[in-house]
Nanobody, 116 residues
Framework: VQLVDSGGGSVQAGGSVRLSCLVS????????VGWVQEVPGEGRYEVAD???????HLMDSKKDRFTISRDIVRRLVSLQINDAKREDAGVYFC???????????WGQGIQVAVSG
């Protein structure tokens, strides 16, 4: 399984940014895919995920501003951040876990900076 993260970049507070994870090697129907945010000095924590069955989950504190979606045909799992806040800054990594296994695969990470 290979994951390629794209999108992100610099955004002003209150703006929107979209992150995408292109998945190859396995179908999304066979993968649990999620996004984690890495904040310097604070570690990583998961902000959103989608199960192999298509269930979508968001961290409670992000539910009003984040959206996760998946496109099975295009093999994309995307994270939309609206009304960006300084606390959203960091490096975001996509990860995938084949259903019923403990294997994990990771994207290369992508930076989100929030200014203003």
């Amino acid at each position: 399984v290979q994951l390629v993260d794209s999108g992100g970049g610099s955004v002003q507070a209150g703006g929107s940014v979209r992150l995408s994870c292109l998945v190859s090697g396995m179908a999304l129907d066979d993968l649990f895919v999620g996004w984690v945010q890495e904040v310097p000095g604070e570690g990583r924590y998961e902000v959103a995920d989608t199960t192999n069955a298509g269930d979508l989950h968001l961290m409670d504190s992000k539910k009003d501003r984040f959206t996760i979606s998946r496109d099975i045909v295009r093999r994309l799992v995307s994270l939309q951040i609206n009304d960006a806040k300084r606390e959203d800054a960091g490096v975001y990594f996509c990860f995938a876990r084949p259903a019923y296994t403990r294997l994990e695969f990771w994207g290369q990470g992508i930076q989100v900076a929030v200014s203003g």
